[in-house]
């Protein structure tokens, strides 16, 4: 099983700019795509951004021209760029890794806090 490690989260101010990693223990292009999702407090787990082994980006239409997601094949990690952010941001974030068969991979996640 792969482990998913996220890391870069923490506390910033309204405005500011983080950036989440997350690195895999296998080769990234053994999944068909890779997300970031969020889970905020009394919320469900919601998708933010996804990109998959050819390239193809979508995000949630809450966060486009905000966050930018990429990844480093050489690396074996996707990154989640995250700019202006605003309260309503914080949650806590998690990679996923997907397959074209059976279930995604999880994180353990990384809190991100947005607050004055």
């Known amino acids: 099983q792969v482990q998913l490690v996220e890391s870069g989260g923490g506390l910033v101010q309204p405005g500011g700019s983080l950036r989440l990693s997350c690195v895999s223990s296998q080769s990234i292009l053994n999944f068909s795509a890779m997300g970031w999702y969020c889970q905020g407090p009394g919320k469900q787990r919601e998708v933010v951004a996804s990109i998959t082994n050819d390239g193809r980006i979508n995000y949630a239409d809450s966060v486009k021209g905000r966050f930018t997601i990429s990844r480093d094949n050489a690396k074996n990690t996707v990154y989640l760029q995250m700019n202006s952010l605003k309260p309503e941001d914080t949650a806590v974030y998690y990679c996923?890794?997907?397959?074209?068969?059976?279930?995604?991979?999880w994180g353990q996640g990384t809190l991100v806090i947005v607050s004055e």
């Open positions: 996923n890794a997907r397959y074209i068969v059976g279930a995604p991979d």
